[in-house]
């Protein structure tokens, strides 16, 4: 059998406003046959259970979403099967899920049962400790990520007095009129979203690779700092709703609740990626749109000054931020040792091969 899939996305991220969570778009209610919420410590093995189960599922042939946790990119906040609308879902701080609908559709797994309370017990005071620095570690660190988007936010706007506005609608239109017109609206299509990159201990990270394949039609955004690339995705996801089409959408992890990074639609294998000062995505064969066409760079001559100032600065502010969640993750990592020689992993592997026979019987 061949192997399924996998996609790679982040339900949550670390930004300027604290941790900012999609969580309501992993798999809406009404579209889900079962939501495993996993509740439990840390090191409890939430992650690998997820993990076990993801791989398990990939082996049967099914495609499987990996949702990666912005504070460690190497853990698991959830897993999704999409074919058989199934989730496992970290339900823990900071992004804490509870059942919405018991029974009906979601279910809470509490790894906590297979621990040795009185052994954690005894490390009490160490726990707390740790916990309470952690929290103060992760407000430090959204600070610094704070002032990072206001030193960047000075630089976007000189550029967006030099850009003509209409361009970015100007290339949407284009774009809509070239992939969109052959569809007609049978009900209106649903928006997905989540983020394809994060702002993590390990630096900002993507897995835009993972999102699309050698058959998408892809679309490269050349712009500068962002400019007109939200207008010209948000019109394009718009319209494909409009017509009944569905399209995800990605989040700019420093602006997350109102600007479109990246848009997916994978109807119709349309994949539109913005570049990034942050990352790059290889890419071998692509249609560009150029938003650098609409800049006056005449008009830019007399804030060069700011714009080095507030580039220079806002990388600095932001490696700050991302060195102090590597802190965070290490003090974290040193929490987690109280708690894993206490867990009897044994029994709960057990578990995770009664949640298995419960996921199958929906393949049916």
Sequence with gaps: MKK?????????????????????YILPQEEANHIFCLKGGPGVGKSTFMKTAGNRMQERGFSVEYLHCSSDPDSLDGVVIPKIHVALID??????????NPGAVDEIINLGDYWDRDGIKQNKENVMKINGEVGRLFKRAYKYIAAA?????????????ATEESGAIIEAEIVINRELNRNTVRKFGKERKQFASAITPDGVL?????LFDKS????????NWGVGVHNLLKRIADEAVKRGIDAELYYCPMRPEEKVEHVIIPELGLAFISESIHYDVPMEDFTEIDLDQYLNEESLKNYREFIEFGS??????????????NKA????????????????????????????????????
């Design 91 to 100: 339900g823990t701080a900071p992004h804490v899920v509870d059942p919405i």
């Design 312 to 325: 220079k600065n806002s990388r600095m502010l932001l490696d700050e931020g991302i060195a102090t969640l």
């Design 216 to 223: 998408y039609h892809i679309y490269s955004i050349k712009n």
């Design 149 to 161: 988007r206001f030193l960047m936010d000075d630089v976007i706007e000189i550029y967006e007095r």
């Design 329 to 364: 993750k290490k003090m974290h990592d040193d929490m987690e040792e109280y708690y894993i020689p206490y867990m009897d992993f044994d029994k709960e592997n057990e578990k995770l091969e009664e949640i298995l026979s419960l996921i199958l019987k929906y393949e049916k």
């Design 206 to 210: 993507q897995y835009l690779d993972t």
């Design 4 to 24: 399924g899939k996998e996609k790679h996305i982040f339900p949550g991220n670390n930004t300027p406003v604290g941790f900012y969570s999609y969580y309501q």
